[in-house]
């Protein structure tokens, strides 16, 4: 072996090996320290999950055609002819995806179903929504469909128009007869 170190060539690849050698191991010990820091400093981002907020506010009812509202009084004495509004608004301006959502009013079984009416947003007078376009109807619930582009979403007020069930035997509370849900799924 004492006769290696004395060859020329040998001598200067063993140089380069050496070299070499060191060169990898100061670049593995500086990629192992400092990779923490250098991470650090590049990514400054960070992710956070949308917003998927829907409010309903459940809102007053009042007898149709008269100025006469009962928020929440707990009106018990219907008469056969009467027609009872109930308002409510679905606020979907906290979506931050897109979303299809159906928004469900189911009715007590002494009301029937008459019409149900959104507020236009220009004025404060309500239109009546068409039947399978804007909504359905199925035997003691109306589903009013919506689809809410991300970060299009608004509040919007409705009016439903039910009415006291002739034949119903007992007087219901008007605040039970009444329920308002929503159904929502994220599109992708």
Do not use: W
């Not at 991470?39 to 149709?64: H, K, L, W």
Request: glycine letters at 4%; one cysteine or more.
């Amino acid at each position: 072996m004492s006769g290696l170190l004395h060859i020329k060539r040998f001598r200067q690849n063993m140089f380069k090996l050496f070299v070499i050698y060191i060169v990898v191991m100061l670049s593995t010990t500086s990629v192992i320290t400092y990779s923490r820091y250098i991470t650090s400093m590049e990514s400054t981002a960070y992710a956070r999950p949308a917003r998927f907020n829907i409010e309903i506010d459940q809102g007053d009812v009042c007898v149709a055609n008269t100025t006469i509202c009962k928020e929440g009084s707990g009106v018990s004495k219907f008469k056969p002819y009467d027609q009872l509004d109930y308002y409510f608004t679905v606020d979907t301006s906290q979506l931050e995806v897109t979303t299809d959502m159906d928004t469900t009013i189911t009715i007590d079984s002494h009301f029937n179903f008459v019409s149900i009416y959104e507020k236009n947003s220009d004025d404060e007078e309500y239109s009546e929504l068409t039947i399978n376009e804007d909504y359905t109807v199925s035997s003691r619930a109306v589903y009013v469909y919506q689809k809410v582009i991300a970060g299009e979403g608004s509040v919007k007020s409705y009016k439903i128009r039910i009415s006291y069930r002739e034949n119903s035997t007992n007087n219901p509370n008007f605040d039970e007869a009444v329920l308002v849900n929503f159904v929502a799924k994220q599109v992708d």
